[in-house]
């Protein structure tokens, strides 16, 4: 059965480094999300990109933050310089269409120290 | 703006009980979709039930169930028989249509349940 995949599962990275989040959406999907967990919370809308073009980003997405396409496969999430608190798992997710469910990857956790 | 209520935080059964988890939405949308997610201890998150706002029929999958109440803006989860296997955090989500393209999901908070022997 076709499924989202992320590397890593786990990253651990100094505060202030640059970290790219990596994810295989499934293949015939169009639209490509990125979701954020802070441990024991609600999972968080980051961005969505269609199109080859973000479509829409929430107010946590900030110049911090990028995303990209960059070879037709992966889709990746680029935090420039990290702080403690982008500590947290981050879900890469895809779907058919802009109506239809999204399906989501395992996650990666990234802790910031 | 869109939210999603579940109210309950922590649900604990002994196995074969049967169980409801709660969600409680607002949307100013008149079409939508709501969906179930379950979160197992692994973190993963995964996908169980979408629902078209215009499709109120009860819906019935081997132990799971979802009742859609559009009039008391519900869409609630019932396991019948639980088994320890579903323990996990369940997420009600709803989504909301991007003028650019794709929808974005709003969830609620989440529902531990834990299911004993």
């Known amino acids: 059965e076709p499924e989202v995949t992320q590397t890593p599962s786990h990253q651990v990275t100094q505060m202030g480094q640059e970290v790219i989040l990596r994810c295989v959406p499934i293949s015939n999907h169009l639209y490509f999300y990125w979701y954020r967990q802070i441990l024991g919370q609600k999972v968080e809308f980051l961005v969505s990109?269609?199109?080859?073009?973000?479509?829409?980003k929430s107010e946590i997405f900030d110049d911090q933050f990028s995303v990209e396409r960059p070879d037709g496969s992966n889709f990746t999430l680029k935090i420039r310089s990290t702080k403690l608190e982008d500590s947290a798992m981050y879900f890469c997710?895809?779907?058919?269409?802009?109506?239809?469910?999204?399906?989501f990857g395992q996650g990666t956790r990234l802790t910031v120290v | 703006a869109q939210k999603v209520t579940q109210a309950q935080t922590e649900i604990s059964v002994v196995e074969k009980e049967d169980v409801t988890l709660d969600c409680v939405y607002e949307t100013r949308d008149t079409t939508y979709y709501l969906f179930w997610y379950k979160q197992p201890p692994s973190g993963e998150l995964v996908f169980l039930i979408r629902r078209n706002s215009f499709d109120e029929q009860n819906e019935i999958s081997g132990r799971y169930s979802w009742n859609f109440q559009k009039s008391t803006s519900s869409f609630n989860f019932t396991i019948t028989a639980s088994q320890v296997v579903d323990s996990a955090v369940y997420f009600c989500a709803l989504s909301e249509a991007l003028t650019g393209g794709g929808n974005k999901l709003t969830f609620g908070t989440g529902t531990q349940l834990k299911v004993e022997l």
């Open positions: 997710a895809s779907s058919e269409t802009g109506r239809t469910e999204a399906f």
């Open positions: 990109f269609y199109n080859n073009e973000i479509s829409e």
